[in-house]
C-alpha cells in the first residue's frame, strides 16, 4: 500500500516537526508557572515509557502498522473496534491541531477572518502532502525542521539582552502536585501522541533503528521545548504566565538596536510549518489506518474525506477558546491515556498471550 | 495529449491560489490606516468616562516638511505632521472606536510608541486601562509607559523640538535618559510585570507641559510610582536617581558635589555603574545589602583647586561615593514613606530565600517598612579628561 521507505534520520526530524507541531503555539507544562521547563522534562521522561511500548510492539511485528497489528491480535471484529477507536483519536487530535493553528492566527494576526478558511487552508496541503506518501512529508520535515531549529537558535542569541535568568528562581517553587500533574499534561500533549508512529515505523529503511531515531527525534523536541519555556519566563517574567501564546509573544520582544525588530512573524511562519507538518502525519496515519482496517487496495482516496471530517470535528470541538484550555488541562491529560499507553499496552500484552512472537 | 492535461490543470490550480493570495478579509491597505504614534488616555468629565486621545502621523506633510522650510509650528500645538484626535467613552476601548465619528481612517496601533496617562486617570487604577494594550495584539509590549503630571492630552498636543512626530520625539527622550538617569526607562512589558507582582511596586516616567516663553515643551524627569495599581506619588530627580542606582539601571550621569575646599563644584561623570543587593541574614532579621561600584572621570571642576592629584582623586572619590549614597538614601526613606516596594527587594528574597519569604509575604508591608538597607558605595575615579588643572595661572 505504502511503497515509499524513509531513512531513519528522517524519521527523527520528522519525529521533532510533529512533537513541536502546536506545542510552540501552547506551550506544555504552563500550569506549572516558571518551573514549566521543569515539567516539560518529567513530562519527556514519562513519555519515554510510552515510547518503549509501541516501539516493542512494533519490533514484535516487524513490517506491521498499529492498525495491523491490533488486526492479528484482537481478532477480526474486536481488532475492527480498537483500531476504529485508534483512528478516532489520529483525527481528533488532528482537528485539534487545525483548531489551535486557526485560533493563533485569529487571536494573534486575523481577527476577523473566518477560522475556517485557516482550517481548510492547512488541510488542503496536508491532502497534497499525504497523498505523496510518506518520503514526501517526512523529506519536507527535514528541511522545515532546520529552517525552524535556525530560525529560533538565532532568536534565542537575540533574547540574550532581554533575559533575566533570575526570574526562573526560585526552582521548584510549584507544589509537587501541581508540577507532576503538569508534566504527567506534558506527556500526554506533545510527547505521547507520538503514538502516530506506530502507524509509520514498519516503513523506516531499517525498522530496527525505529526506536533509536524516536527518541533521538523526542529528546531533541523535548530539550528545545524545555528551552523554549525557560526562555519565555525568562524573558518575559510574570507576563508570560497570562499569555496565551508567550512563545509567539516572546518573539515580540526582539529589539536589536531598534533595527532588528517584529521578528515575531518569522516565528508565527515556523509555527504555522510545524502544525501543517503534525497535521499531515495525523492525517497520513488515519487514511493509512482506515485503508488497512477495511483491508482497501490503496489509501489515496481516502485522504480527502479524512481531512474533511478533521475539519467538520475541528467545527465542533469547542465552543470558545476558554473551553479549549480546560480540556486540554483536565481531560486531556487522562482521556489520551487511553490511545497512547492503554491501547498499545493492552494490544501488547495480548498478543503474548494469544500470538506467537514472528521474527 | 496527457502533458496537456496536466498543463491545464496546473494552470487551472495556479488560477485558484491566486484567490487566497491576493489577501481576504484582514486587507489594510496603507492609505486607509491611521498610524497612531502615541496615545494619551485621561478621565472624562463626567464621571465613569475616560478620553482618549491619539497622536496620528500625517505621512504626507512629514515629506513636505523635511523637503520644505521645515516644521511649521501650530500655536503652540503638535504642528501640523500629526494629528491629535480625542474620543469619549466609558472604557479607552470605546473611546478608541469611538473616534470613528472624527477619523476617515481606522486607528492602527502596531507602531505606537508611548502610552501617556493623565495624573487622574492613573490615581484611580492603571490596570483596567492597560488590559487593551497588553491583550490586543496590535499595541506592542515595547511602547513606553508615561504619567502626565496633568492632562494626558498636553502632553500629546504639545510639539517636540527636531522631531516630527511629537510622540516618537517622547519615546526618544526616554531613551536618552541614559545619559542622565533621572527617569527611568518603563516600557509596557514592565509595567505588566510589576502589575502582575505580589509586591513590587509599578514605576513610570514622570512626565509634564512646561512652558517657557509662551514656548511649550514636554519634560521627562522624574518618576510615577503605584501601589497595587494606584498613583500614590512620585520621586523626583534625585530619589529618581537613587532608584537607579539600587536596581542597576543607570547608564551614565553627573555626580556633583562641593570640592573639597568647599568653594564651588565638582561634576564627576559616571562611565559605569554595577550594583549588588545581597539579603544578608543577622541575629533573626534580615539585611538587604547594597553595593555599588562606580567608575567615573573627572567631567568638569568649577573650583580652583588642582584636583589631579592623587590624595585629590582619592578625596573625591570618598565624597562621590558619599553624594551616590545619599541619593540612594533619599529614594529609600522615599519608596518607605510612599510603602511602595519600587524596587523588588520583596521579589528578590522570593527569590533567593524562598523559605524566609515564607513567613515575610503576609506582611511584606510592613516588613518593608522596617527592612534594614545598607548601602556601601565604591567609586573609582579613573581619568581627568584632557586637562590636568583648572584655568587658572600656576601658583
Not at chain 2, 326 to 338: D, F, G, N, R, Y
Request: hydrophobic share 50%; with cysteine.
Amino acid at each position: 500500500m505504502e511503497k515509499g521507505r524513509i531513512p531513519s534520520t528522517q524519521l527523527a526530524s520528522l519525529v521533532i516537526a510533529f512533537v513541536l507541531g502546536s506545542s510552540l503555539l501552547f506551550p506544555p507544562g504552563g500550569t506549572a508557572g516558571h518551573d514549566a521547563w521543569l515539567a516539560i522534562m518529567l513530562g519527556l521522561a514519562e513519555a519515554l515509557v510510552f515510547v518503549l511500548i509501541y516501539t516493542h510492539l512494533a519490533r514484535r511485528f516487524p513490517n506491521h502498522t498499529i492498525v495491523q497489528i491490533i488486526d492479528i491480535v484482537f481478532g477480526r471484529y474486536l481488532g475492527k473496534l480498537v483500531s476504529l477507536f485508534f483512528i478516532w483519536y489520529l483525527l481528533h487530535l488532528g482537528s485539534l491541531v487545525l483548531g489551535n493553528l486557526a485560533v493563533f492566527m485569529t487571536s494573534a494576526a486575523l481577527q476577523e477572518t473566518p477560522i475556517i478558511f485557516f482550517t481548510i487552508m492547512v488541510a488542503l496541503v496536508a491532502v497534497y502532502a499525504v497523498t505523496g506518501g510518506i518520503e514526501v512529508i517526512s523529506r519536507s520535515s527535514t528541511l522545515l525542521v532546520t529552517l525552524l531549529i535556525l530560525a529560533q537558535g538565532l532568536g534565542l542569541i537575540f533574547h540574550v539582552p532581554n533575559m533575566e535568568l533570575s526570574r526562573l528562581k526560585p526552582v521548584l517553587e510549584a507544589p509537587l502536585d501541581k508540577l507532576l500533574w503538569a508534566g504527567h499534561a506534558a506527556a500526554t500533549f506533545p510527547f505521547g501522541e507520538t503514538i502516530v508512529f506506530a502507524m509509520i515505523i514498519p516503513y523506516l529503511n531499517k525498522p530496527n533503528q525505529a526506536r533509536r531515531s524516536v527518541v533521538r527525534g523526542l529528546l531533541i523536541a523535548g530539550l528545545f521545548l524545555a528551552i523554549l519555556s525557560a526562555r519565555n519566563a525568562a524573558v518575559l517574567g510574570p507576563t508570560a504566565g497570562i499569555s496565551l501564546y508567550p512563545s509567539f509573544v516572546a518573539e515580540t520582544i526582539i529589539n536589536i538596536g531598534r533595527v532588528l525588530t517584529r521578528v515575531e512573524i518569522v516565528a508565527g511562519v515556523g509555527f504555522i510549518t510545524m502544525a501543517f507538518l503534525k497535521v499531515a502525519v495525523l492525517l497520513y496515519g488515519a487514511s493509512l489506518g482506515v485503508a488497512q482496517m477495511l483491508k482497501l487496495p490503496r489509501f489515496e482516496p481516502i485522504v480527502v474525506p479524512l481531512a474533511m471530517l478533521m475539519i467538520a470535528l475541528e467545527r465542533i470541538n469547542f465552543d470558545n477558546v476558554t473551553e479549549n484550555l480546560a480540556f486540554s488541562r483536565v481531560t486531556y491529560p487522562i482521556y489520551a491515556l487511553v490511545f497512547q499507553v492503554a491501547i498499545p499496552s493492552l494490544t501488547l500484552l495480548l498478543s503474548y498471550i494469544r500470538v506467537p512472537a514472528r521474527r | 495529449m496527457l502533458i496537456s492535461k496536466r498543463f491545464l490543470a496546473l494552470i487551472l490550480l495556479s488560477g485558484l491560489f491566486m484567490l487566497p493570495l491576493s489577501g481576504c478579509w484582514n486587507r489594510r491597505e496603507l492609505e486607509t490606516l491611521a498610524i497612531v504614534a502615541g496615545v494619551g488616555i485621561d478621565l472624562g468629565e463626567e464621571p465613569g468616562t475616560f478620553v482618549v486621545t491619539a497622536q496620528i502621523i500625517k505621512p504626507e506633510e512629514i515629506m513636505n516638511s523635511s523637503g520644505g522650510s521645515g516644521k511649521e509650528q501650530g500655536q503652540g500645538g503638535a504642528g501640523n505632521t500629526v494629528w491629535v484626535a480625542e474620543g469619549t467613552g466609558r472604557s479607552p476601548f470605546e473611546a478608541i472606536r469611538n473616534m470613528v465619528s472624527v477619523s476617515t481612517r481606522k486607528l492602527y496601533f502596531p507602531h505606537n510608541q508611548v502610552i501617556v496617562i493623565g495624573k487622574e486617570a492613573a490615581e484611580q487604577g492603571i490596570s483596567p486601562l492597560l488590559d487593551l494594550f497588553v491583550r490586543d495584539p496590535e499595541p506592542r509590549l515595547s511602547a513606553f509607559v508615561l504619567i502626565a503630571e496633568g492632562e494626558a492630552s498636553e502632553v500629546l498636543d504639545t510639539a517636540v523640538e527636531l522631531s516630527s512626530v511629537p510622540a516618537l520625539g517622547i519615546a526618544q527622550i526616554v531613551e536618552a535618559q541614559r545619559a542622565q538617569s533621572v527617569s527611568p526607562r518603563v516600557d509596557l512589558l514592565g509595567v505588566s510585570n510589576r502589575l502582575l507582582s505580589k509586591t513590587t511596586a509599578p514605576i513610570a516616567s514622570s512626565v509634564h507641559v512646561r512652558e517657557v516663553k509662551g514656548q511649550k515643551s514636554v519634560h521627562v524627569e522624574g518618576a510615577a510610582v503605584f501601589t497595587g495599581d494606584k498613583l500614590v506619588g512620585g520621586f523626583n530627580r534625585d530619589e529618581t536617581r537613587g532608584m537607579l542606582w539600587i536596581t542597576d539601571e543607570i547608564g551614565s550621569g553627573t555626580v556633583q558635589f562641593d570640592c573639597p575646599d568647599g568653594s564651588s563644584l565638582v561634576i564627576l561623570e559616571v562611565i559605569r555603574s554595577n550594583t549588588q543587593s545581597r539579603l544578608i541574614e543577622r541575629n533573626g532579621s534580615a539585611t538587604m545589602q547594597i553595593t555599588v561600584d562606580v567608575t567615573a572621570n573627572l567631567g568638569s571642576q568649577m573650583c580652583m583647586q588642582t584636583l589631579s592629584e592623587s590624595e585629590m582623586i582619592a578625596q573625591l572619590e570618598k565624597l562621590g561615593s558619599e553624594a551616590i549614597a545619599s541619593s540612594i538614601m533619599a529614594a529609600i526613606s522615599k519608596a518607605k514613606e510612599l510603602q511602595a516596594d519600587v524596587f523588588g527587594f520583596g521579589d528578590q528574597i522570593h527569590r533567593e530565600f524562598p523559605k524566609i519569604w515564607r513567613e515575610l509575604e503576609p506582611r511584606w508591608q510592613q516588613a518593608f517598612g522596617e527592612l534594614d538597607i545598607e548601602v556601601a558605595v565604591r567609586t573609582k575615579v579613573r581619568r581627568v579628561s584632557l586637562t590636568t588643572r583648572p584655568l587658572v595661572p600656576d601658583k
